[in-house]
């Protein structure tokens, strides 16, 4: 099966410094990937999409200076936090649709990485 | 917007009781409707996807019904084990964006 990771899947940093996490498609080719955080005991939500080679569509309300997405090739999507502040401690999750399939068929999701920021 | 409810938020049954969860949701006009596990943690397992013109999926033990017309959707697992245990989620396909509900929170009692 299509398999998503992420990296790093646990990070712990101070507040003011930037975090960088990658997404990537191990056996297949996505045009689109998807970005999304989770608080404890909340569901997900979409945070932006990201489409190879063009700028990322944030959702309302996520602000587009504090969480850089580059999807520079394929197979790799990168969310960066920047100046990260404890508020933004939440568990990001990416997800993926394979380039073969339509957007009928499932997403496949990256195992996550929580953030914890001091 | 699609607004995805999950009730209940938690149930807790005895091993080999039957699960229902109910999933409702406000637009209609989706592509499909899954469901996924998501263990403490951990990231989402796909279980069923019912593509809109579908009325019901099945999987083993895992049964999944949609109707479109009423917005609802339920996943019923027949005789619940302790490792099904786990946060189950639904999610709407509209466009191309999933919406997710709260999910709910399953413990089987061994």
């Known amino acids: 099966g299509a398999v998503v990771s992420q990296h790093p899947s646990w990070v712990i940093c101070k507040s003011g410094t930037s975090v960088k996490i990658e997404c990537r498609s191990l056996d297949f080719q996505a045009t689109t990937m998807f970005w999304y955080r989770q608080f404890p005991k909340q569901s997900l939500m979409l945070m932006a999409t990201s489409n190879e080679g063009s700028k990322a569509t944030y959702e309302q309300g996520v602000e587009k200076d504090k969480f850089l997405i580059n999807h520079a090739s394929l197979t790799l999507s990168t969310l960066t936090v920047t100046s990260a502040h404890p508020e933004d401690s939440s568990f990001y999750i990416c997800?993926?649709?394979?380039?073969?399939?339509?957007?009928?068929?499932?997403?496949?999701f990256g195992p996550g990485t929580r953030l914890l920021v001091l | 917007k699609q607004e995805v409810t999950q009730i209940p938020a938690a149930l807790s049954v005895p091993e080999g009781e039957n699960l229902v969860l109910n999933c409702s949701f406000t637009?209609?006009?989706?592509?499909?409707l899954q469901w996924f596990r998501q263990d403490p943690g951990k990231g989402l397992t796909s279980l069923l996807l019912?593509?809109?013109?579908?009325r019901e999926q099945t999987s083993g033990r895992l049964n999944a019904s949609l109707d479109k017309s009423s917005g609802r959707s339920t996943l019923y697992i027949a005789a619940s084990q302790p490792g099904d245990s786990a946060t189950y989620l639904c999610a709407a396909l509209n466009d191309y964006k999933l919406s997710f509900g709260a999910g709910t929170t399953v413990t089987v009692r061994a």
């Open positions: 019912i593509q809109s013109s579908q």
């Open positions: 637009d209609s006009a989706i592509y499909n």
């Open positions: 997800s993926a649709f394979p380039l073969a399939g339509g957007y009928q068929e499932t997403q496949y």
